[in-house]
Structures are given as structure tokens and as C-alpha cells.
């Protein structure tokens, strides 16, 4: 089974320390085998444990870019880029060159976005979530034609296009793999069923929405005559280190069982050296061998 680490806040470092901290943090969960880190696509924090939206928040393509750059094997990606926040043309674009400058190592995460008060505040348009539901189908189109090399005008009900040429194209071919995040049964499972490589679920909604959710997807896939078995069905969990060491070997075990192969594990409490190396050392091994 694959192990992933997301990093969605930035303790203990603060903006002098950032730099080493996330070199030494995702350099050591590679050294461990970790197949991949993730950042998120906010500009503000969300609340709760992740603190208020004041706090500090890195943007998360410059961040991947970064990370390209001190790393050479483990795998990066936005869980999940908001389609409202770029031209997706230019989101494209951007996925290309990331791939190329990480040597082929890019996911492509993206969803329908959700933080109105993170969009209204730094004044982003905010439309209606029928809209934002149309403007990420219309994003994976355009990706699926721009990573294929079709250059002809789009002519989309939200975005038209005259030439979209996209050179260089991205190293992985036929193109980095499309990660849509969510569960919704309408739209999103439909969308990862038609345009999409891999989905993202949530763990903490438990086992039977879990289990739920890989049977409409592939329904979807049947209905679209898509192998369910070519989309990479990835899992977002916490391994709560403020309770104690987590038994996050198990939980990635249980998992596996429901048809889970990639678990992607943000850490409950701060990133500190000692929890990474434990991650690194003691619990990717052990997921990798599953």
C-alpha cells in the first residue's frame, strides 16, 4: 500500500525556520519511503485544530515548487487545488511545469472549492456551487485537451479559448495523474469516473460511507465504461500523535480491506522531528509491506 503525508499547517516552524523545516521534513519522509506529500490550496487556515484564519498559510503551488526542488523521488500534489482560484488554462500550465522540474513527479488535485469566507476576504469570485461544479468539469476537460496536445478553440458555457497550446507537456504521460477530491454521489464520483486517475475520500466519515462511496464510484464507472480498477483510490487520515505514539499501521491495514491503495496521513499535533522520524522510520515500512 502506498503512504502519503499532507501537510496542512506549519508547526513548529515559524517563517525563518520554514524553509529548513520543510526541506528536513520532507526529506526525511522520503528517505522512509513515503510515496507522496501533500499541501493544501488555501490562503487562509480553516479553523478548529488548524487555528484561525489569520494564521499563517503558505500558497501551495509555490510551496510544491519548492518542494520539486529538495526532493527527487517522493511524488507532489495540492489536496485539492480550488478550481475557482485560477484560469484553468493557466492551472495547466502550471502542472506542466511542475512536472517538469520535478522530473515527472506531479499530481493534478483538484476540486469545486468550499471556503467562501477565504474567497469573499481576499476579494475572489464565489459562485454558486451549481457553478463551481460547472467550472471543475470545464477545468478537466480543458486539462484532459491541453495535456493531449489538441490546441483547437474551446468553447466552453464559462471559459473559450482560441489556442491553448501547452508546451513543454508535462513528463508523465499520457499526463500527471488527475486527483479529484470529494465524495459527493451526483457530480464528484461521476467526475472521477469520467475524467479522473485517482480520488480522494475522507476517513473520518467512517466505514460505511467509505465502502458506500467505492460502490457509487464504480457504478459510475460502469455507466461510463471506465475500469474501476484504473482509478487509484486514495484515503485522507490523521495519525493523532497528541494522545501518543498512533497505531497508524492498522488503521492503513483496515483501509486496504475496503479497497483503499494509497492512505495519505496528516499528523494530529505538530509536525516536529521526532513524529516525522516516526512516521518515516517506523510506520512507512510497515504500510509499504502491506
Request: net charge negative.
Amino acid at each position: 500500500m502506498r503512504i502519503g503525508l499532507q501537510i496542512p499547517h506549519f508547526r513548529p516552524s515559524t517563517p525563518q525556520t520554514r524553509r529548513s523545516w520543510l526541506k528536513d521534513t520532507v526529506q526525511t519522509i522520503e528517505a522512509g519511503g513515503f510515496y507522496s506529500v501533500w499541501v493544501m490550496d488555501h490562503f487562509f487556515q480553516l479553523g478548529g485544530a488548524l487555528g484561525d484564519p489569520e494564521t499563517e498559510m503558505m500558497e501551495g503551488y509555490t510551496t510544491l515548487g519548492y518542494l520539486a526542488g529538495v526532493t527527487e523521488k517522493i511524488h507532489l500534489g495540492l489536496m485539492v487545488g480550488g478550481v475557482i482560484y485560477r484560469y484553468p488554462a493557466i492551472v495547466v500550465k502550471m502542472i506542466s511545469t511542475l512536472d517538469v522540474l520535478s522530473g515527472g513527479r506531479m499530481y493534478f488535485g483538484i476540486g469545486a472549492a468550499w471556503y467562501e469566507y477565504e474567497s469573499k476576504s481576499l476579494g475572489l469570485p464565489f459562485p454558486e456551487k451549481k457553478v463551481r461544479f460547472e467550472l471543475l468539469e470545464e477545468q478537466l476537460q480543458i486539462a484532459h485537451r491541453m495535456f493531449s496536445g489538441d490546441s483547437t478553440p474551446y468553447n466552453g458555457k464559462h471559459t473559450q479559448m482560441e489556442k491553448p497550446f501547452n508546451n513543454p507537456q508535462p513528463l508523465q504521460r499520457p499526463h500527471p495523474p488527475i486527483l479529484i477530491g470529494g465524495m459527493g454521489p451526483k457530480k464528484t464520483l461521476r467526475y472521477i469516473a469520467k475524467y479522473g486517475d485517482a480520488c480522494n475520500f475522507f476517513g473520518r466519515t467512517g466505514e460505511a460511507q467509505l465502502k458506500q462511496s467505492l460502490e457509487i464510484l464504480r457504478g459510475h464507472c460502469e455507466d461510463v465504461g471506465r475500469p474501476y480498477e484504473e482509478i487509484e483510490k486514495t484515503v485522507l487520515e490523521t495519525a493523532d500523535f497528541s494522545k501518543g505514539k498512533p497505531d497508524a499501521v492498522a488503521r492503513a491495514a483496515e483501509l486496504k480491506s475496503w479497497g483503499f491503495e494509497h492512505v495519505i496521513f496528516n499528523v494530529g499535533g505538530d509536525y516536529s522531528p521526532e513524529n516525522i522520524r516516526y512516521l518515516a522510520e517506523e510506520i512507512a515500512p510497515a504500510v509499504n509491506a502491506l
